[in-house]
């Protein structure tokens, strides 16, 4: 059973650096065909998939993120990470973590963390 969690501040200042990491658990991230997500609910709004890194290290980003995301992963740790430059309150949302055995397949979730943008 592989779990997700998410670690993070919960609070950043508007032109900073939102930085959250996904703690990987029963499984590696580096298993063949799998790949991780960051994936993000602003308040009222539906589910926003923000970018992926595939079991090969492979990276792939939303278009409208794309300019101010990046994934990255820690192997020795089992984990993997979100830069968000240069947020703004429209970044405040619920931010998630998830992966699966293939693209776009979610089926082990991160209990979610709540980041807000804030002065």
């Known amino acids: 059973q592989v779990q997700l969690q998410e670690s993070g501040p919960g609070l950043v200042k508007p032109s900073q650096t939102l930085s959250l990491t996904c703690i990987v658990s029963g499984g590696s991230i580096t298993t063949t065909y799998y790949t991780w997500s960051w994936i993000r609910q602003p308040p009222g709004k539906g589910l926003e998939w923000m970018g992926v890194i595939a079991y090969d290290g492979s990276t792939y980003y939303s278009p409208s993120l794309k300019s101010r995301t990046s994934i990255s992963r820690d192997t020795s740790k089992n984990q993997f990470s979100l830069q968000l430059i240069s947020v703004t309150p429209e970044d405040t949302a619920v931010y998630y973590c998830?992966?699966?055995?293939?693209?776009?397949?979610?089926?082990?979730w991160g209990q979610g963390t709540q980041v807000t943008v804030s002065s």
């Open positions: 998830a992966g699966g055995g293939s693209y776009f397949r979610f089926s082990s």
